[in-house]
C-alpha cells in the first residue's frame, strides 16, 4: 500500500519489499481515474503504454537506475516524445519527435512520466488560472488558486498522483505553486539545467524546477536532470559555492514586510525565521529596496520583450489563441526599443553591484515564497495587480543568477499552508539543501494533502569529483577574515568537526589577522579542537597551500571520527611566545571569549 504522497524513499522501499513498477503504474492509474480536479493534466499517457514501459523495467536493475519505477509529470511547455506539447495553447500544439533533454534524462534515470501538465499559458502567470484546460485548485481549498504558471505540476505531486514533477520558473513558477500546496519546489541557478526542447518564455533567465514532497527528492531529481546540454547555449557548468551549516540569514524588515493584508502569512514567516534561528542560523535584517528594484525588471523592457520574441510569428498569426491577459503581456513588448533593452541591462547591472554588500553580510536570504494568496474569483476579477503580488518575493532570482529552494512553513488557521524560500548565490544550490530541509523538518507541516507525513532528511552536500578536502582551524574558519581565501575560488564546506585528542591549540604571537597554530602532542589527551573541513578544486588548492606563511603548514589530520584529512598545522618554533588556549575549545571560542 503507496502513502497517500508518494515520496522516493516509500517507493524505494515498496520496490525492496517485492512491489514491480507494475504494481505502482496501476495505483498511479487508479488515482488519476479517482482525481476531483480535471485541470491538472493536459495529456495523460495511454495506460498501456505505462505498463508496457513499467513491464519494461522489471527487467532493468533498480540499483543502478536512481529513479526506478518513479511516476512523475512534465509541465507542458516541456516537450516529451510521444504527447503533444501545447503550452496551454491547443492552436500552438505540436508533436515533438524527442524528449526535451530533462526528460530524456529521468527516462534514463528510470522514472515513468505519467503525463502532461496543466500551466498558465506560455508559462505566463504566477496564479494558475490563464489556461484554456481551466483552473487546477489548491489541494486544501478548491476555491483557491493552486499558483502558476507551473500549476498542475503542483497539484499532481500534492495531490498523491506522481511522486514529483517537473516545471519551469522565470518569475517564481517553480516556487509559488510549491508554497500553495505545502511542497517543496528546487529552483536551479540558471544554466545548472539545461532547457533544451523546453518552449521559452524568457530564455536567458528560464530554468527547469522540480516539484517534490521534501528537499532529498527534489534535489536527488535535479542532480539527475543537470548538467550542459549541447541544445541549450545558456547551459554551463555548475561552479559549486560553499554555505556554512549555521549561516548568516537575511530576513525582511520595516516597510518590505508586505503581506497585503494577510496576518496568517505573516505569522509563518515569523514562525520559519524562529525556527531557523533555533537551528543555529544567524538572523540579520537587510535592505531589501534593491531587490525588489530587480524584481520589477522582469516585466520591463529587455525581458518583456524576450517574451514577444519567443511567441512573435506566431501571435502574429493567431492572436485569438491567446489567453486575454496573457495576450496583453506579451503585446505590451510591441512598442519597446532595443534602447529601452540596454538600459534594461544597464539597470540590472548597477542593481547587481548594490545588492552585493548584502551578501557579504549574509549567506542566504529567506524571504515569505508568496505573501498572500488568493480565491480563483479574486484573481480572475483583478489578474495583473493580484497575480504581481505573488512574485514580489521570487521575481528577481533568476535575474541575479541565484539559487532558491522552496520550503513549506506550516498552516494557517484558515486551513491554507504557506512557504518560505531559502535564496543562495549562484550555484550554492547543494549548499542550500541541508538547511532547507531541516527548516522543512522543523515545520512539522507533512507533504502535499499529507499533512502528517514523515519527512525524509535533507542530503548531504557531496564533495565534487576530483576536488580536495582540507581542515581549517582559526582565521580560515567560516565569519573569520580570511574565509574569502576559501569561498573566492568556489570551495565548499563540507561540514563542522573535531579533532582527536591529542591536538593543542595556541594563539600565536604577532599575526595579522591574529591566527592560531595547531600542534598535535601524542601525550596529551584534551577534547579534540572544532575544526572545519572544506574543498577546493585541484588547481585552488594547490594555489591555496602556496599562500601559507610560515610557520604554518598543511599536514595530516585526525578527526574524532577516524578520518585524516589535510590541514593547517604549526611547525614548533612557530609556537615560541604563544598562548595556548587549548581549553576553549577552538578559535570561534576564544575569538568570542577575547570579544
Excluded at 480536479?37 to 498501456?48: K, R
Excluded at 530587480?294 to 501571435?315: I, N, Q, S, T
Excluded at 542550500?432 to 507525513?453: E, I, S, T, V, Y
Amino acid at each position: 500500500m503507496l502513502p497517500a504522497v508518494l515520496s522516493l524513499p516509500a517507493l524505494q522501499t515498496a520496490y525492496a519489499k517485492g512491489a514491480s513498477p507494475v504494481d505502482v503504474v496501476e495505483e498511479v492509474i487508479a488515482r488519476i481515474k479517482a482525481s476531483d480536479d480535471a485541470a491538472i493534466f493536459i495529456s495523460v499517457a495511454e495506460f498501456d503504454d505505462l505498463r508496457a514501459q513499467a513491464r519494461a523495467l522489471v527487467a532493468r536493475k533498480a540499483e543502478a537506475l536512481p529513479l526506478y519505477g518513479v511516476p512523475c509529470a512534465v509541465k507542458d511547455n516541456i516537450d516529451v516524445a510521444g504527447l503533444a506539447t501545447t503550452a496551454a495553447c491547443p492552436a500552438y500544439a505540436y508533436r515533438p519527435e524527442a524528449d526535451a533533454a530533462v526528460v530524456a534524462r529521468l527516462r534514463a534515470a528510470g522514472a515513468l512520466v505519467v503525463g502532461k501538465t496543466n500551466l498558465d499559458q506560455f508559462a505566463t502567470g504566477l496564479n494558475g488560472t490563464r489556461s484554456p484546460y481551466g483552473a487546477p485548485r489548491s489541494v486544501f481549498d478548491a476555491d483557491y488558486v493552486s499558483g502558476g504558471s507551473s500549476s498542475g505540476s503542483a497539484v499532481a505531486v500534492a495531490s498523491g498522483l506522481v511522486a514529483f514533477a517537473l516545471g519551469t520558473d522565470t518569475a517564481g513558477s517553480g516556487r509559488v505553486p510549491a508554497a500553495f500546496n505545502n511542497l517543496v519546489g528546487i529552483k536551479p541557478t540558471p544554466g545548472l539545467v539545461p532547457n533544451t526542447g523546453v518552449v521559452p518564455a524568457c530564455r536567458s533567465v528560464d530554468v527547469v524546477t522540480v516539484f517534490a514532497g521534501s528537499v532529498a527528492d527534489g534535489v536527488a531529481v535535479r542532480r539527475v536532470i543537470e548538467g550542459v546540454d549541447a541544445g541549450d547555449p545558456f547551459s554551463r557548468p555548475a561552479i559549486p559555492v560553499g554555505l556554512p551549516p549555521k549561516p548568516r540569514i537575511g530576513v525582511l524588515t520595516g516597510a518590505e514586510r508586505e503581506f497585503y493584508g494577510n496576518a496568517e502569512v505573516a505569522a509563518l514567516y515569523d514562525a520559519a525565521i524562529a525556527r531557523a534561528e533555533a537551528l543555529g542560523a544567524t538572523i540579520l535584517p537587510f535592505d531589501y529596496v534593491p531587490f525588489r528594484e530587480v524584481a520589477a525588471l522582469l516585466y520591463e523592457g529587455p525581458w518583456v520583450a524576450e517574451r514577444l520574441a519567443a511567441v512573435e510569428d506566431f501571435l502574429a498569426a493567431h492572436p485569438e489563441a491567446f489567453d486575454p491577459t496573457v495576450r496583453r503581456i506579451i503585446e505590451g513588448a510591441r512598442d519597446k526599443t532595443a534602447v529601452e533593452a540596454f538600459r534594461g541591462r544597464y539597470r540590472l547591472e548597477a542593481l547587481r553591484k548594490a545588492v552585493a554588500p548584502v551578501w557579504q553580510a549574509v549567506d542566504m536570504l529567506l524571504l515569505p515564497t508568496a505573501p498572500t494568496t488568493y480565491t480563483v474569483a479574486e484573481m480572475l476579477a483583478d489578474p495583473v495587480t493580484k497575480n504581481s503580488h505573488f512574485g514580489r518575493y521570487t521575481n528577481f532570482a533568476n535575474l541575479l543568477g541565484y539559487a532558491a529552494i522552496a520550503v513549506p512553513a506550516g498552516f494557517g488557521a484558515s486551513g491554507l499552508p504557506a512557504g518560505v524560500t531559502l535564496v543562495g548565490p549562484g550555484f550554492s544550490d547543494d549548499a542550500l539543501a541541508p538547511f532547507a530541509g531541516a527548516l522543512h523538518q522543523a515545520a512539522a507541516c507533512g507533504m502535499g494533502k499529507d499533512r502528517n507525513a514523515a519527512i525524509p532528511p535533507a542530503p548531504e552536500v557531496p564533495l565534487p569529483e576530483g576536488w580536495l578536502p582540507i581542515c581549517v582551524v582559526g582565521a580560515h574558519l567560516t565569519g573569520m577574515p580570511l574565509n574569502p581565501e576559501l569561498t573566492g575560488p568556489g570551495g565548499v564546506l563540507l561540514g563542522e568537526a573535531r579533532t582527536a585528542p591529542g591536538y593543542r591549540l595556541y594563539a600565536l604571537a604577532g599575526t595579522v589577522p591574529p591566527k592560531p597554530g595547531m600542534a598535535l602532542d601524542p601525550h596529551f589527551r584534551g577534547p579534540g579542537i572544532a575544526v572545519e573541513v572544506w574543498a577546493l578544486p585541484p588547481a585552488a588548492f594547490g594555489a591555496f597551500v602556496a599562500r601559507i606563511p610560515a610557520p604554518l603548514g598543511i599536514g595530516k589530520i585526525t578527526l574524532d571520527d577516524g578520518r585524516q584529512v589535510p590541514g593547517f598545522l604549526c611547525e614548533a618554533h612557530g609556537l615560541t611566545g604563544a598562548t595556548e588556549i587549548t581549553s576553549h575549545g577552538g578559535w570561534h571560542a576564544y575569538r568570542a571569549a577575547q570579544a
